[in-house]
């Protein structure tokens, strides 16, 4: 009997791009458990079931090469997945995507545009179908709106699901979430929350003060990293709905008001020497008892990328299986547990909630 797969395809063959496939790589090997996953099963869908069919970037250097090979070509790190990996996705040719707004000028210092490219929209949508995608994979850069859009747009005429990865309010908008909730396919984003990440610890930490009776006076998030992510991020203009989408995610878990000058949350700086590794420095400041203050500083340090992939493969098996049950409301829970923006009706919902009404559905129920 064949093993059920998630046809996907993968917008920008980045970082996080080369931790999915390696990732998928390694639980398709003899030697791979499931370990390290939230959910090893979703459905009849298992921990290797990604099937990658299709790609699209615009470095020179990845372009019209192999999908595995260009997982390592041009910025692109080593991600810590070792191990004999089998190629996955050596049989798909990278495409030259639209370019848009999605190379901005820092992007631009280290890597070659293979020619602008205001895109087809006719002839993505004809490639996406080709391809049989079930599912279209977000990862272009911070910053990205128009294109973010124009890829949710092919996702909508090609008739696949879309989960959105990066800083874009896609899945938070209304229009979007209506147009995509009337076609019958999943809208799953916005803004991918690390598997075990500065914004989901954050969140633990804000809750357990309002969870304990404590008053949040002030609190900060900084985040320092050496991949291409973090180089990107130097170009200030392009990071507003990344703040607004870190800021949201943390403020959201608390059950009080903090002013504007009390929360800063957001990326601090690039260091090179970090490669993919990233590290994260937060504090939270408040009065307990009698007005007793009450400090707590943590630095947490993760390996990037793969602490992305490890909810984006979930995120796509979700969609399919949701796409698979014609129960595509199961969007917002999936996007609610999973992404730092998720829609506003389930953005305060505490994430243990969201994860059981989740667990549920998955489980076959109806989770609402």
Same mark, same amino acid.
């Given at each position: 009997? =064949?093993?059920?797969?998630?046809? +996907? ?9 080369? $931790? ?34 299709? $790609? ?13 090979? #260009? ?16 190629? +996955?996705?050596?049989?798909?040719? +990278?495409?030259? #995507? ?15 545009? @293979?020619?602008?490219?205001?895109? =087809?929209? #006719?002839? *993505? ?22 294109? *973010? ?13 879309? +989960? ?26 916005? =803004? ?47 990071? $507003? ?7 949201? #995610?943390?403020? &959201? ?7 504007? &000058? &009390? ?52 995120? @796509? ?29 389930? $953005? ?21």
């Amino acid at each position: 009997m =064949d093993t059920p797969l998630v046809r +996907v395809g993968v917008i920008g063959v980045g970082n996080c791009a080369r $931790a999915l496939l390696e990732g998928t790589a390694h639980y398709r090997s003899a030697s791979g458990s499931p370990a390290g996953l939230m959910f090893p099963e979703v459905g009849p869908y298992g921990a290797g079931a990604l099937e990658p069919v299709a $790609a699209w970037d615009v470095d020179v250097e990845k372009v019209g090469k192999d999908l595995w090979t #260009a997982r390592a070509a041009g910025q692109n790190l080593p991600v810590g997945i070792g191990g004999d990996l089998l190629p +996955v996705g050596a049989d798909v040719r +990278v495409l030259r #995507a639209p370019t848009l707004d999605g190379a901005g000028a820092r992007y631009r210092e280290r890597v070659t545009v @293979a020619g602008d490219s205001a895109g =087809d929209r #006719a002839g *993505t949508v004809a490639q996406v179908r080709a391809a049989k995608v079930d599912v279209l994979l977000n990862y272009l850069p911070v910053g990205s709106q128009e294109a *973010t859009e124009w890829w949710a747009g092919v996702a909508l005429e090609a008739g696949v699901g879309f +989960v959105n990865n990066v800083p874009v309010f896609i899945a938070r908008r209304d229009e979007w979430r209506d147009r995509f909730r009337a076609a019958g396919l999943p809208l799953i984003g916005d =803004d991918i929350k690390s598997q075990l990440g500065a914004t989901y610890l954050h969140r633990v930490l804000v809750r357990a003060f309002s969870d304990r009776g404590i008053t949040l006076d002030r609190t900060y998030q900084l985040n320092v990293g050496g991949n291409m992510d973090f180089y990107n991020m130097l170009e200030r203009d392009r990071l $507003a709905s990344k703040r607004e989408s870190k800021t949201s #995610a943390v403020t &959201d878990a608390y059950d009080g008001e903090l002013g504007g &000058d &009390d929360v800063h949350i957001g990326p601090s700086d690039y260091v090179r020497f970090l490669g993919d590794t990233k590290k994260a420095f937060i504090r939270c400041e408040g009065r307990g008892f009698g007005g007793a203050p009450i400090e707590m500083e943590i630095q947490l340090t993760v390996p990037d990328s793969p602490n992305s992939a490890g909810v984006v493969i979930d995120a @796509a098996r979700i969609a399919k299986l949701a796409m698979d049950r014609g129960d595509t409301a199961v969007d917002e829970w999936v996007s609610a547990w999973l992404f730092k923006a998720p829609p506003r009706a389930v $953005a305060q919902e505490s994430d243990q909630i969201a994860r059981e009404r989740l667990v549920r559905w998955i489980g076959g129920g109806a989770g609402r």
